[in-house]
């Protein structure tokens, strides 16, 4: 596999429950990152982690908990979601780790989450 | 913080003809301007970009502009092809990973 991949492309959940968004890079990347796509808004970054390290967290509800267990890996944990957190979650990796030089991220896939 | 603001939403342009999105930034000290295209069902791609020292950059049927006394960018598609259809997202950035997006652009190529 090549590039950024993200698991499950779908998934529906009721408010009570817990389930984790994964993803995946395969291109020796130092950096990754959770964005939240919403129609017709920007894409609104959640959180940034540089060499497994957290340096960003964008005023995130608890209910969101990312793990970066290495450089390769990153997850998205969810508990007690609310509807209006209904998204597609974007994860990307960037070659750079935070403070080197601008980073042109890449994108996976998406994670298309529903809450009931 | 930074705010970017996307215009149009919406563009729709006969083949062959140019299409053109415009964008406002806030931060005076942004420095960096990437242009993503969004396909259905896929994640953004990078497809430009620009640095505050240079005012114009050209790739083959794109190219973005940069004003920064006026703090706008634009992105010109020149002979437009039916693959050009996606959503296309500016952004800005005054450090190395923080980028502010925009709304987005969905443009729609009419064969």
């Known amino acids: 596999e090549t590039g950024v991949t993200q698991t499950p492309r779908h998934l529906v959940m009721g408010m009570t429950n817990k389930k984790s968004l994964k993803c995946e890079q395969h291109l020796g990347h130092n950096a990754m990152y959770w964005y939240k796509q919403s129609a017709k808004k920007p894409l609104e970054l959640m959180f940034v982690?540089?060499?497994?390290?957290?340096?960003e967290n964008n005023s995130v509800p608890s209910r969101f908990s990312p793990e970066c267990p290495n450089s390769s890996h990153l997850f998205l944990h969810l508990h007690t979601l609310q509807p209006e957190d209904s998204a597609l979650y974007l994860c990307a990796s960037s070659q750079e780790a935070v403070g080197t030089g601008a980073n042109v991220l890449t994108f996976g896939a998406g994670s298309r989450l529903t809450v009931l | 913080g930074e705010n970017v603001e996307q215009h149009p939403s919406t563009l729709s342009v006969q083949e062959g003809d140019s299409a053109v999105i415009k964008c406002t930034y806030s931060?005076?000290?942004?420095?960096?301007f990437p242009w993503y295209k969004q396909e259905l069902g896929k994640g953004p791609q990078l497809i430009i970009d620009?640095?505050?020292?240079?005012g114009e950059k050209k790739d083959q049927r794109i190219a973005v502009t940069l004003n920064k006394t006026a703090k706008h960018f634009s992105l010109h598609i020149t002979e437009t092809q039916p693959e050009d259809s996606a959503v296309y997202f500016c952004?800005?950035?005054?450090?190395?990973?923080?980028?502010?997006f925009g709304a987005g652009t969905t443009v729609t190529v009419r064969a």
């Open positions: 620009i640095r505050s020292n240079v």
């Open positions: 931060d005076s000290a942004s420095n960096y």
């Open positions: 982690y540089s060499l497994e390290e957290r340096v």
């Open positions: 952004a800005a950035s005054s450090n190395d990973y923080k980028l502010s």
